[in-house]
């Protein structure tokens, strides 16, 4: 076991960094337009069972793995499955350069319209301006900004730097989020907003296509399918209770995506906005949002800027474990500083966002790319791994949680349900996915 490597200082500064990860854009951003896009409270369902049977199972593997290994992606591959299996870890790595890149971006729009809510308010022609806003060199720019925040925090350490930001910062977006769940539940059109939310229409997910998404969606928000969770894991030490810790993550992740909904929601309706959501996977947070606070007046600017304060932090902590991913392999892998390791892959990421920054189209076709092929690839992968190749994953689970009597049902899911359904959703979803890189490349 490598020694001085770093470890958690607590119990919930683990629990609080890896929900702290878990919990991002993906919950606020993606999830609300997917409900809504797929049938309301339908999706929700068939949301709560993939994460339940498909992409949890997943998250207890990942950080079974690396608490048992004590190792980043590669080498704790390696140290179960032998040498063929780095190359797993390699694309692993990739998915977390790739997803930070865009993620950077995205997140560089939240601080801009967090700025613009505390200085000025936000004006009604939001929506006509988005399109600049979204792209070129101010998109750049507040990705710079964001990452140049990220980058410094990684370089701090895994105590004194990322489980630090994340004890403060959790609580804190907790309580905005439920504090604005409340307050827009007192709106006029509250009531239209969660009927929208939650009438189930379940004809709209009897389709591969919803299934693909609901998938995509389990994984993306909670960090699973690249490594993410596996390297917060080899930081733990051996007495703790994983299929605790899992089940906390997981509720919390869930949980604020449920209460995001129910913010975003009541205020379009409240304003009459719900038209304007659709279409665009960015429609309604960062069009359809800001134009409701607009309108809003002075309110708004306040309510505004608690929400967009609330995803800041959600993506900070969000791209913090993405970048630690890379930079616990390069100092695993070439033995760097943790500084220089910060600094080296931080610098690449931000230079690689630049085309998401220049372009929405690149922005979103790289968002498909991690998603669908990466991340379902990649807990394709793991589920194969610690079903069929690791000799006794069960033997290090129940390590810390001896009393724990479903583990064989865990290794049965990760044989021979989550596989069957990830090679099902990647069937649907790879075709898709290649041809909007095609698209890319020959349609402009
Ligand atoms: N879970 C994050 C979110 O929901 O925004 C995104 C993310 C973070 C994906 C870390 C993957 C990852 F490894």
Redesign the pocket.
Known sequence: MASGREQWSSRSGFVLAAVG???????MWRFSYLTAENGGAAFVILYLLVTLIVAVPVLLAEVVIGRGSQQSPIRALAHYGGRAWRPVGFVFVAA?VT?LAY?GVIAGWTVRYAGMALFGGFDSGIADRFDDIAQGADAFGFHLLFMGVTIGIVAGGVTKGIERTAMVLMPVLFVIVSGLAVYAATLDGAAAGYAYYLSADFSQILSLEVLTEASGQAF????LG?G?MLTFGSYLGRDTHLPRETALIAAADVGVAFVAGLVVFPLIFALGLSDKVGGSTVGALFITLPQAFAEMGPIGRGVGLLFFASLVV?ALT?AI??LE?VVSTAIDGFGWERRRAALTAGAAITALGIPAAWSLGVLDVMDQVANNLFLLGGGLALSIFVGWRMEDPIGEAKVGAAGVTWFPMWRNLLRYVVPVVLAFVLYDAVPKTLSAVWGLFVGE
């Open positions: 990860s878990a919990v991002g854009l993906g919950n977390g997803i993620y993306f928000s909670l960090s690249m993410c959600g969000s474990s993405l991913v």
